[in-house]
């Protein structure tokens, strides 16, 4: 995986996007240390434009790039359409040192969630679909305030009735500065 890029596994695009803007934000809730992600990428044909073909007959939407192109590109946020985000240590714990190689799984069972507000992230791709299943994990850059971020996770098509979590994304977001508490 290239670095500050997004990809969609199975997307008509297997090189990915870019991400146009990526921040990280860390907050108190109750004595512990929350983060927030906010990411969007460049329009999905920012870099490469896919001629859809009418007589090419595609397996489904997630594969069909004129779907894609409806929807230009992809806002994955804990913090722009509700206040999410995800626990990550007591206030204490949190230096640069406790978050070097950490690896952070939040809504591991998102279908088990009643209500699909309580989800850690929202996001837009291909509608406002819903996304769970995060594998987040943080590489600090030698002795620097900035990290790589390498943040995994599974995407469920809810705008269209599919509630299941089948499609998967990656990216890797680079040298990001350790976010100081407000």
């Known amino acids: 995986m290239k670095p500050n890029r997004i990809y969609f596994k199975d997307n008509p695009w297997p090189e990915g996007h870019p991400i146009k803007t990526f921040s990280w934000s860390a907050k108190v809730v109750d004595g512990n240390v929350w983060f927030d992600f906010h990411l969007e990428s460049a329009d999905y044909y920012a870099e490469r434009d896919i001629e859809d073909d009418e007589n090419v007959e595609y397996p489904s939407d997630w594969a069909a790039p004129i779907v894609w192109g409806n929807y230009h590109s992809c806002t994955l946020s804990s913090s722009y359409w509700h206040n999410g985000g995800f626990k990550v240590c007591a206030i204490e714990d949190y230096t640069p040192e406790f978050l070097d190689g950490l690896e952070l799984i939040v809504d591991p069972n998102p279908e088990t969630i009643e209500d699909w507000d309580d989800l850690s ?29 390498t943040w995994l996770g599974a995407i469920a098509q809810a705008y269209v009735g599919d509630y299941e979590f089948k499609h998967s994304f990656s990216a890797v977001v680079a040298a990001v500065e350790f976010p100081a508490l407000p």
Do not use: P
Request: hydrophobic residues 40%; charged residues 20%.
């Open 121 to 149: 992230f929202h996001i837009y791709l291909l509608g406002h679909d819903a996304v769970g299943k995060h594998k987040i994990r943080f590489e600090r850059i030698g002795n620097s305030m900035q990290f790589n971020i």
